[in-house]
């Protein structure tokens, strides 16, 4: 596959299917994924910036700008408020509370050497190629291709281990793994999860054979469903494979 150390955005904007397209088919649909319109929520925006602090801290202070508490019903408020505005216009506005969360996230981080040692690798690096003549891309967190594994961060607001299997599941985060691993030809795949709530843990998460396996199937299948797209038209309805004897969907 080509690399290229390009801008997320510039990722995004990229031709080829990618992790997220292909847990959304799964998931949902190819329907739902042509039709797709991406919202970032609060909490999308925050995993971003922490993201960017652990793995770009150098581009963090040059694209994030901390906001302190600014009472905006005094005149010099909305002065400090103003200026603020003005020197922001090429920079994101952090809140300090959020800022302040980071740091005690990146704290804890220091103090885990089994997450410090899977953050060793390139960083933030694209790959592009293709896949049964179908343009894929994938972006990894972290790829160390000597030391074979790639590591991906998590923000979450529970990170023990039934909470993160359940999200495992709910967000087809086995499936993003497998995608990962045959694309990249890794054979080791570590998610690194971190909350984003009091006392923001931070632990490291291998998935089971078993599970990358389940995950494995489930990127083959969508990967066969989107491709089906691009050679007839059909756009597949829900990933759903039980039905009722009326045709409704058996859950």
Not at 39 to 68: N, R, W
Request: hydrophobic share 30%.
């Amino acid at each position: 596959m080509k690399t290229a150390k390009d801008s997320n955005e510039d990722y995004h904007a990229s031709p080829g299917i990618s992790a997220s397209g292909l847990k959304m088919i799964y998931k949902e649909s190819v329907k739902k994924y042509l039709t797709r319109k991406h919202v970032e929520t609060k909490a999308m925006a925050f995993g971003t910036a922490v993201h960017s602090a652990i793995l770009e801290p150098d581009q963090f202070q040059c694209e994030y700008l901390v906001l302190p508490k600014i009472d905006r019903r005094t005149t010099e408020g909305k002065a400090e408020y103003d200026s603020y505005m003005k020197i922001s216009k090429k920079k994101t506005l952090l809140s300090a509370e959020d800022y302040n969360v980071i740091n005690e996230i990146n704290k804890n981080l220091k103090k885990n050497k089994l997450a410090q040692y899977y953050l060793k690798g390139q960083t933030e690096v694209s790959h592009y190629g293709k896949h049964n003549d179908v343009d894929v891309r994938v972006r990894p967190d972290v790829i160390n291709k000597h030391k074979d594994f790639i590591a991906d961060i998590k923000t979450c607001r529970n990170n023990s281990p039934i909470n993160f299997s359940y999200d495992v599941k709910k967000y087809a985060y086995h499936l993003q793994a497998a995608f990962y691993m045959d694309m990249l030809k890794i054979n080791h795949f570590r998610f690194i999860t971190v909350e984003t709530t009091y006392p923001y843990n931070v632990e490291v998460y291998a998935l089971s054979k078993e599970k990358i396996q389940e995950g494995r199937q489930a990127w083959q299948q969508a990967f066969r469903d989107y491709q089906m797209y691009l050679e007839t038209g059909v756009k597949t309805s829900y990933n759903w494979h039980t039905y009722a004897n009326d045709g409704s969907y058996l859950i």
